[in-house]
């Protein structure tokens, strides 16, 4: 099944539940039971293909005793989970199909792929992963009955589309889950912004911090979200490792559900739930390729305490409380291994604001001569906020460190709907002008650092980059004529006027 197509009937199956809920809400059940099923269908195919050369199918070898410790042991080793035949999505199905109540069977069977993994090296990267599957929601109906309806039609619906696991196909269904993931992001307004960055920045950030590169040992995202930003660097370049923190636990839960989805193995990832600013979670690792859009100008308790940790203490001020932009650029900055590059969304305000802002700005650029280049992105481009935009990117190993590039790339866009959006070529624009450190006329420009520091290190992308357009001199003489032919019309309209106005015996309004 081609991905468009498999999007087109999923996207219809979330249809059902769309008059019950809001889209951050039923998004939910629709990504948690795709999740189900997937599970259900890797975990059957893997256990059948084992089982060739015993001539049994999963659910024959289920039966015996002597198979059932193996298959759970092989479950877990291989795929980090596992599911019992009873409680498989087939066996599920089975039941609504003859309008059974199943409710209790699935809420069991949610909860049974969870704990299958406790006290094992998998238990943080499934357990808990249904907590926001909640079936008993009066959301889903009045009665029980209702409840059981809704669920079963949606199960019915998803059973009649072939995932084709069987033809390693989950790139495909992988796709599919993102571009979900994508229309309620564009559908939940701006509690969108908790979960996704629109893909098409995820494609710049994602091409930067690939730059030259084939393989990326180790790709870290601190306020990952779903897990898109980190997937699209996957598409870029071979990544051996993923890191991720999310503050959000539903959303952390949707993180990892779209690693597993697009196919990474539970070794080769770590998503962990917290506050990366208060509690983080890798402090002991240094990542290749860090991405990042935060929440723009988000609260934080810049405790004095945080002076005295190595993030921040060499720059002797933290970021204000009312804003914490800064406190995560030097979150990454710490977590930026040598040959890494590093690139973060942010709100335009941090290119010029001043205060304990201006000093940790002047610190990166003038003792740390981090910062590669500033790119200025269009305005409403994100979900939930129209504000202007920018990324950041960061090197510690700076190939060019007499300059900064700025490229202003906030003309060049599409409209969707009420939504602005980068086409191919205004990705492809700032990529390549952003690889050749390219001056093109009103939209980048080679900055030296000296230029900067005349300019008391404030970064606005129009002191550096002239967008100005000159427009054509006035013809003052052209402009006397239209007047003059404009009076003459006018003239002829009020005695038009004027006469209807005697033929009706009333006052002309002409003065």
Known sequence: MASQELETKLWAIADELRGNMDANEFKNYILGFIFYRYLSEKLELHMNNELTEDGLTFKEAWEKDDYKQNLK????????YFIEPQHLFSCIIRKAKVGEFILDDLNKALNYISNSCI?????????????????HSSKLGRTNDDKNKLIS??????????????????????????YLISQFASSAGKKAGEFYTPQEVSKVLAKIVTLGKKRI??????????????????????????????????TYNLARMNMILHGVKYQDFDIKQGDSLEHP???????????????????????????DDERFSAYGKLAPKSKADYAFVQHMIYHLDENGTMGIVLPHGVLFRGAAESKIRRYLIEEKNYLDAVIGLPTNIFYGTSIPTCILIFKKCRTEDEDILFIDASQEFEKVKNQNRLRKQDI??????YAKREEIDKYSHRVSLDEIAENDYNLNIPRYVDTFEEEEPVDLDEVVKELKEINEEMKKV?????????????KSPIF
């Open 281 to 307: 979670m890798h402090i002991d690792k240094k990542f290749e390729a860090i991405v990042a859009n935060p929440p723009f100008s988000a609260k934080w308790s810049a405790d004095k305490s945080f002076l």
């Open 153 to 178: 039609k949606i199960l019915l619906h998803l059973n009649d589309i072939d995932f084709e696991l069987q033809n390693n196909e989950s790139d495909i269904l992988g796709d599919a889950y993102e």
């Open 119 to 135: 006290g094992t090296e998998s238990q943080d990267d499934f357990s808990n992963l249904f907590e926001d599957v909640d079936l």
């Open 217 to 250: 040992k180790s790709v870290y995202d601190p306020t990952c979200g779903s897990g898109s930003l980190l997937l699209r660097v996957s598409k870029e370049a071979d990544v051996a490792n993923f890191y991720g923190q999310e503050l959000n636990q539903t």
């Open 494 to 506: 009020d005695e038009e006027i004027d006469k209807y106005c005697k033929e009706l015996g009333i």
């Open 73 to 80: 042991e092989e479950g877990i080793d291989s795929l980090g």
């Open 428 to 433: 492809d624009k700032i990529v390549n002008t």
